[in-house]
């Protein structure tokens, strides 16, 4: 069985309520709006069905909620209409689709611990949250009831990259052209959330937590030597902050918190050199399948498809193929997805 882990779709009441709160989305709602398969079941299962031996996690894509959410009771009205539709499509479609992440949103007032909690006593396999939070990072103390949640609970965070238009290339420009935003910004994004949580040390207080990055952690696996080697003189370079003595302060190299405390998945958009940098990047059993399903030129058809077609020809033992496509999945959430 190939298990999917990081696939998109709509709750179709929550969809029909985003074109009422949200209809003016632009840039990643254009292509939002144009992919049938994120919001129609129909066309959703006749993909899972194109493939043999394949299921599909679902998670909420974008916008994220706090983007177009009035209040943090919208946030809240919002995130639960979207775990809602999920418990009610998984529990009915389990055959497609035999898990889902939860949503939440860390602009709530509580910074989305009791809809994290509410998801996971509805199944959840783990919750998604998003690289910024309207452009403030992670690691900020007004979210740290979050992530002492999540150390908690011992459940899976899905992050996922963020990152618009009105965020320029250039501080002389007022917003990013050629959708650099998207083709670079995101890998970046992903990258500089996973630092954050390092060097403020919330992996060192947070010892519980497991996250699983999109796109084999952006940029993270063409970037070794600056993880590693680079960071090991991390304050060389700075002279206006003793950033020599934070490195010194935390549990280990830098280098094998990337390596060793977060996870990673295959979607990669269907490019072969980056699925086997991330495969040498990443330890095999820190590494999921992945596709991420439907953002894909075909409408959802090719991502699966030429993902599953890259794995297969990529050398991996029976055990670690296995460990990819699901047990890595099962082992992360706590959960037995695949029927014996």
Known sequence: ????????????????????????????????????????????????????????????????????????????????????????????????FPGWVGHVSL???????????????????????????????????????????????????????????????????QKSLYEIWWTFGWSYETATAMMRLVYSKIMDTHPDLKIITHHFGGIVPMLEGRIGPGNDVMGSRTSDTDYVSLRKGLKKRVLDYFKQDFWADTAVF???????????FFPRDKVVFASDCPFDPEGGTMYPRETLRILEKIELSKEDRERIYYKNLEAVTGRTLVKS
Request: aromatic content about 10%; hydrophobic content about 35%; some cysteine.
């Open 107 to 173: 602009a709530a007032s509580d910074a989305g611990v009791a809809e994290a909690q509410r998801a996971v006593k509805q199944g959840a396999l783990g919750v998604q949250i998003y690289t910024n939070v309207n452009g403030k990072p992670l690691d900020l103390p007004e979210f740290l009831p979050f992530w002492d949640k999540m150390n908690e609970l011992r459940i899976p965070v899905w992050l996922h990259p963020a990152r618009g238009a009105e965020t320029p290339d250039y501080i002389t420009e």
């Open 270 to 280: 269907t490019a072969e050199p980056a699925t086997r940098a991330g495969l040498e």
């Open 1 to 96: 069985m190939r298990i999917d882990a990081y696939t998109h779709f709509f709750p179709k009441k929550f969809f029909d309520r985003l074109g009422e709160v949200a209809s003016d989305y632009r840039d990643m709602g254009k292509r939002v709006r144009s992919l049938p398969a994120l919001y129609d079941l129909d066309v959703r299962k006749k993909i899972v069905d194109g493939h043999r031996d394949y299921q599909q996690i679902l998670s909420y894509p974008q916008p994220p909620i706090e983007k177009f959410a009035r209040s943090p009771a919208h946030i809240d009205e919002f995130c639960r209409m979207i775990n809602d539709g999920f418990a009610e499509l998984c529990e009915k479609e389990k055959d497609h």
